[in-house]
């Protein structure tokens, strides 16, 4: 395993090498590679099918890779040896369809984590977690059953779920597309406090708009490769691929 | 599909309906009671009075000794439990990561739900001794306790269905976001996935438990005195052939009242968690 005191903040906290991966016959990334850096903002867009939400599982280990190689603080995460909680903890995810837990109320979704896998007593969990809640601007619906509210809301309260096991990554899939236009806002505002503070972020969206003003690096994804990347000033502007010149045009 | 067939259930089994069997049963009774006093020109005491005499037998068994309708029930309560209790862990076999384990609990759950349950009975009276010597206690096991394990068999491979029905009916994405979050497999397992799936399970599980205590009447076969024992028991003192239909309609109603509304709150229930959509 490699040592983590051979990571240094200075290096990409995520660094993908030539990623392969299939699903039976079908081949969804066909060798990806880029780094991200800590406290960057990364977007990935690009048409559906592309393996973008697969790209994101592979990077807390949800999905296995075929080849290549995937390090996240300098650790190599498809290690046989590596502890996939250890960079679980690291790693936090939000989903598109929220996946919160129906049985427990947000505030105890948000502090459930915390005091079962990092074994925090439940009094400090708890203050944290409204903490959380106040964070992502939820204060009065700690009680609320996921059932109980908006998409939108939801979607906070995952976020805060997340934020609650204090990750050093967060990784966004298309944490806006099951939303209605109106809320869409609120989960950007959001993401965009979490990326002011610094936090590092993958996200996979829709939002061009969000992209282009958070994000640091814009990566555009097709049939399993990278085709373009950029800052988003020279992204948008001036995409040489046709591809990339294609999708643009029909999304903004 | 279920919700649709629980509610064409529901339609049928009003309390009208309820009430219009027990008239029809009342109505039998009645006239049979008629037709003996014809015939016997009331020499004999009538067959209600029969029956009245011979019930508080037939639902407690006989005095200072457990048995009738009453110890159906008790089969009953405690082949469901062991039979959860049985299938649960069954159920999380089948869906275990480990091969080998979920190869024997699926070899092990289809044997046990696909064999007659009378069969299994006779299996179980054969195979188990009528004591066990554990660390110099000799515990005796009578045979009433080893007909609830036989029928405590059948009862477990069908809760294990239910078990793994139910855990695979959550979405993954419940695994998935749990997973992000660092739990282990126990630790989704007990704390996500089987709470969201007690509800599921409840409504087959309450149906299972009804057809259990229709099945009670079996173990009478492996010589327990349960109510249909003491039934033929009566009729054999008895010696009156004009006994044999309302006695059997006597006894068909004990499990009637006990097991209709079981089976009414498990098509409510069905109805409140069935899932929308």
Same mark, same amino acid.
């Given at each position: 395993m490699t040592d983590i005191a051979a990571w240094t903040p200075e290096q990409p906290i995520v660094s993908l090498d030539d990623v392969h991966k299939?699903?039976?016959?079908?081949?969804v990334l066909?060798g990806v590679s880029f780094d991200v850096r800590k406290g960057e903002v990364v977007c990935i867009i690009g048409?559906?099918?592309?393996g973008k939400s697969t790209l994101l599982r592979c990077v807390n280990a949800l999905v296995p890779i075929?080849r290549g190689s995937i390090k996240v603080e300098g650790r190599e995460v498809h290690d046989?040896?590596l502890d996939k909680l250890e960079l679980r903890r690291k790693v936090g995810m939000v989903f598109?369809?929220?996946?919160?837990?129906?049985?427990?109320?947000?505030?105890?979704?948000?502090?459930?984590?915390?005091?079962?896998?990092?074994?925090?007593?439940?009094?400090?969990?708890?203050?944290?977690?409204?903490?959380?809640?106040?964070?992502?601007?939820?204060?009065?619906?700690?009680?609320?059953?996921?059932?109980?509210?908006?998409?939108?809301?939801?979607?906070?309260?995952?976020?805060?779920?997340s934020l609650?096991m204090d990750p050093d990554i967060m990784l966004f899939d298309e944490v806006?597309?099951?939303?209605?236009?109106?809320?869409?806002?609120?989960?950007?505002?959001?993401i965009?406090?979490l990326a002011?503070e610094g936090m590092t972020c993958m996200l996979v969206t829709?939002?061009?708009?969000?992209a282009?003003?958070l994000g640091d690096h814009i990566y555009f994804t097709?049939?399993?490769v990278i085709?373009?990347h950029g800052p988003?000033?020279?992204?948008?502007?001036?995409?040489?691929?046709?591809?990339?010149?294609?999708?643009?045009?029909?999304?903004? | 599909?279920?919700?649709?067939?629980?509610?064409?259930?529901?339609?049928?089994?009003?309390?009208?309906?309820?009430?219009?069997?027990?008239?029809?049963?009342?109505?039998?009774?009645?006239?049979?009671?008629?037709?003996?006093?014809?015939?016997?020109?009331?020499?004999?005491? /009538?067959?209600?009075?029969?029956?009245?005499?011979?019930?508080?037998?037939?639902?407690?068994? =006989? =005095?200072?000794?457990? /048995?009738?309708?009453?110890?159906?029930?008790?089969?009953?309560?405690?082949?469901?439990?062991?039979?959860?209790?049985?299938?649960?862990?069954?159920?999380? /076999?089948?869906?275990?990561?480990?091969? =080998?384990?979920?190869?024997?609990?699926?070899?092990?759950?289809?044997?046990?739900?696909?064999?007659?349950?009378?069969?299994?009975?006779?299996?179980?009276?054969?195979?188990?001794?009528?004591?066990?010597?554990?660390?110099?206690?000799?515990? =005796?096991?009578?045979?009433?306790?080893?007909?609830?394990?036989?029928?405590?068999?059948?009862?477990?491979?069908?809760?294990?269905?239910?078990?793994?029905?139910?855990?695979?009916?959550?979405?993954?994405?419940?695994?998935?976001?749990?997973e992000s979050?660092a739990?282990?497999?126990?630790?989704?397992?007990?704390?996500?996935?089987?709470?969201?799936?007690?509800?599921?399970?409840?409504?087959?599980?309450?149906?299972?438990?009804?057809?259990?205590?229709?099945?009670?009447?079996?173990?009478?076969?492996?010589?327990?005195?349960?109510?249909?024992?003491?039934?033929?028991?009566?009729?054999?003192?008895?010696?009156?052939?004009?006994?044999?239909?309302?006695?059997?309609?006597?006894?068909?109603?004990?499990?009637?009242?006990?097991?209709?509304?079981?089976?009414?709150?498990?098509?409510?229930?069905?109805?409140?968690?069935?899932?929308?959509?």
């Amino acid at each position: 395993m490699t040592d983590i005191a051979a990571w240094t903040p200075e290096q990409p906290i995520v660094s993908l090498d030539d990623v392969h991966k299939s699903f039976g016959n079908n081949e969804v990334l066909k060798g990806v590679s880029f780094d991200v850096r800590k406290g960057e903002v990364v977007c990935i867009i690009g048409p559906s099918g592309s393996g973008k939400s697969t790209l994101l599982r592979c990077v807390n280990a949800l999905v296995p890779i075929d080849r290549g190689s995937i390090k996240v603080e300098g650790r190599e995460v498809h290690d046989p040896a590596l502890d996939k909680l250890e960079l679980r903890r690291k790693v936090g995810m939000v989903f598109q369809q929220y996946n919160l837990f129906p049985h427990k109320s947000a505030l105890e979704n948000v502090m459930m984590a915390p005091v079962l896998v990092l074994k925090r007593p439940k009094g400090e969990a708890e203050a944290e977690a409204r903490q959380l809640m106040r964070k992502v601007r939820l204060e009065g619906k700690e009680d609320a059953y996921p059932g109980e509210l908006s998409g939108g809301e939801q979607q906070r309260v995952a976020i805060a779920r997340s934020l609650a096991m204090d990750p050093d990554i967060m990784l966004f899939d298309e944490v806006t597309s099951a939303l209605d236009p109106e809320t869409v806002k609120e989960v950007l505002a959001t993401i965009r406090v979490l990326a002011e503070e610094g936090m590092t972020c993958m996200l996979v969206t829709h939002e061009m708009g969000f992209a282009r003003e958070l994000g640091d690096h814009i990566y555009f994804t097709d049939r399993g490769v990278i085709v373009e990347h950029g800052p988003p000033a020279t992204f948008f502007t001036s995409a040489s691929d046709p591809r990339t010149r294609a999708f643009l045009s029909q999304i903004l | 599909m279920t919700a649709d067939t629980s509610w064409k259930l529901s339609a049928t089994l009003t309390p009208r309906f309820l009430l219009g069997v027990l008239a029809l049963l009342a109505l039998v009774v009645v006239a049979g009671e008629a037709w003996a006093q014809l015939q016997m020109g009331g020499s004999r005491s /009538g067959i209600l009075a029969t029956l009245w005499k011979w019930t508080p037998l037939l639902l407690v068994g =006989p =005095p200072r000794e457990f /048995g009738g309708f009453a110890l159906n029930i008790a089969v009953s309560f405690l082949a469901m439990a062991i039979g959860t209790v049985g299938g649960l862990v069954l159920g999380l /076999g089948l869906i275990s990561h480990f091969v =080998p384990l979920r190869h024997v609990s699926w070899l092990m759950t289809q044997f046990f739900r696909n064999s007659p349950w009378l069969v299994l009975l006779f299996f179980v009276m054969l195979l188990t001794p009528f004591q066990l010597r554990l660390f110099g206690l000799t515990i =005796p096991l009578p045979a009433w306790l080893k007909a609830t394990f036989g029928l405590s068999l059948p009862i477990m491979a069908n809760v294990a269905e239910i078990v793994r029905g139910a855990v695979n009916s959550i979405p993954t994405a419940q695994w998935e976001s749990a997973e992000s979050l660092a739990f282990s497999r126990m630790q989704t397992l007990w704390r996500i996935i089987l709470p969201q799936c007690v509800k599921r399970m409840i409504p087959p599980w309450m149906n299972w438990y009804c057809i259990l205590t229709m099945s009670t009447p079996l173990i009478s076969i492996v010589g327990v005195n349960d109510s249909m024992t003491l039934t033929q028991d009566a009729l054999a003192a008895e010696q009156r052939t004009e006994l044999l239909m309302p006695m059997y309609l006597m006894l068909l109603c004990f499990f009637f009242v006990y097991c209709y509304p079981i089976a009414r709150w498990t098509i409510r229930l069905e109805r409140k968690y069935a899932v929308r959509g």
